[in-house]
């Protein structure tokens, strides 16, 4: 079956650092990819829809200049939390899809952890 | 923005079937109803999707009503490995917004 993998699966940095985090589908091409967020006994939230080639889609309360999302091919998104804190402490997960209507396949998330 | 409704939480005994409803009264034609579930401390796995006619996998069956402002997973036997938080969710034709809800956490009892 389809695999995204998300990488590193937990990262603990210090408060103004920057953390990239990486998304790629392994065996096909993702039109688009999304990334979440998620807190302690809470649901996904998305922070933003991204598709190759072009800018990505904020949510609404979602800052795009701290958290800056590239999908530079259709096999890798990256996030990066820039000048993190430590309420950015969170699990964040990627997921992408081949087509607009197939299933999403997620990576494993990322736990992050802003000292 | 979710647009669906669940239960929080459901309990099952081991080997038993189990059916988790979804309301979703304003779907709209072109929306594809979407079941996953997620493991503690992991991400979201795929179970199962469709769009007006029931669907079945080696996972688990989705049935959808007429009206589709409705929809059904049934796990037909139940073990200890679905145990699991089950997000029903409806993915536009257009692919994006692809909210999730605050699912139904299945507890399934030995």
Same mark, same amino acid.
């Given at each position: 079956?389809?695999?995204?993998?998300?990488?590193?699966?937990?990262?603990?940095?210090?408060?103004?650092?920057?953390?990239?985090?990486?998304?790629?589908?392994?065996?096909?091409?993702?039109?688009?990819?999304?990334?979440?967020?998620?807190?302690?006994?809470?649901?996904?939230?998305?922070?933003?829809?991204?598709?190759?080639?072009?800018?990505?889609?904020?949510?609404?309360?979602?800052?795009?200049?701290?958290?800056?999302?590239?999908?530079?091919?259709?096999?890798?998104?990256?996030?990066?939390?820039?000048?993190?804190?430590?309420?950015?402490?969170?699990?964040?997960?990627?997921?992408?899809?081949?087509?607009?209507?197939?299933?999403?396949?997620?990576?494993?998330?990322?736990?992050?952890?802003?000292? | 923005?979710?647009?669906?409704?669940?239960?929080?939480?459901?309990?099952?005994? !081991?080997?038993?079937?189990?059916? #988790?409803?979804? &309301?979703?009264?304003?779907?709209?034609?072109?929306?594809? /109803?979407?079941?996953? %579930?997620?493991?503690?401390?992991?991400?979201? !796995?795929?179970?199962?999707?469709? #769009?007006?006619? &029931?669907?079945?996998?080696?996972?688990?069956?989705?049935? /959808?009503?007429?009206? %589709?402002?409705?929809?059904?997973?049934?796990?037909?036997?139940?073990?200890?490995?679905?145990?699991?938080?089950?997000?029903?969710?409806?993915?536009?034709?257009?692919?994006?917004?692809?909210?999730?809800?605050?699912?139904?956490?299945?507890?399934?009892?030995?």
């Amino acid at each position: 079956g389809a695999v995204v993998s998300q990488h590193p699966s937990w990262v603990i940095c210090k408060s103004g650092t920057s953390v990239k985090i990486e998304c790629r589908s392994l065996d096909f091409q993702a039109t688009t990819m999304f990334w979440y967020r998620q807190f302690p006994k809470q649901s996904l939230m998305l922070m933003a829809t991204s598709n190759e080639g072009s800018k990505a889609t904020y949510e609404q309360g979602v800052e795009k200049d701290k958290f800056l999302i590239n999908h530079a091919s259709l096999t890798l998104s990256t996030l990066t939390v820039t000048s993190a804190h430590p309420e950015d402490s969170s699990f964040y997960i990627c997921s992408a899809s081949r087509e607009p209507v197939s299933p999403l396949h997620f990576g494993n998330g990322t736990r992050l952890t802003v000292t | 923005d979710a647009k669906t409704t669940q239960p929080n939480s459901m309990e099952s005994n !081991e080997e038993e079937p189990v059916h #988790l409803p979804c &309301n979703h009264s304003t779907i709209s034609g072109t929306d594809y /109803i979407h079941w996953y %579930r997620q493991l503690p401390s992991q991400g979201p !796995e795929y179970v199962i999707h469709g #769009l007006t006619s &029931n669907v079945n996998n080696r996972m688990a069956s989705l049935a /959808i009503a007429e009206d %589709r402002k409705s929809s059904t997973l049934i796990l037909h036997r139940a073990t200890l490995r679905d145990a699991a938080v089950y997000y029903c969710i409806l993915r536009p034709y257009t692919g994006n917004q692809f909210y999730f809800g605050t699912g139904t956490s299945l507890t399934v009892i030995p």
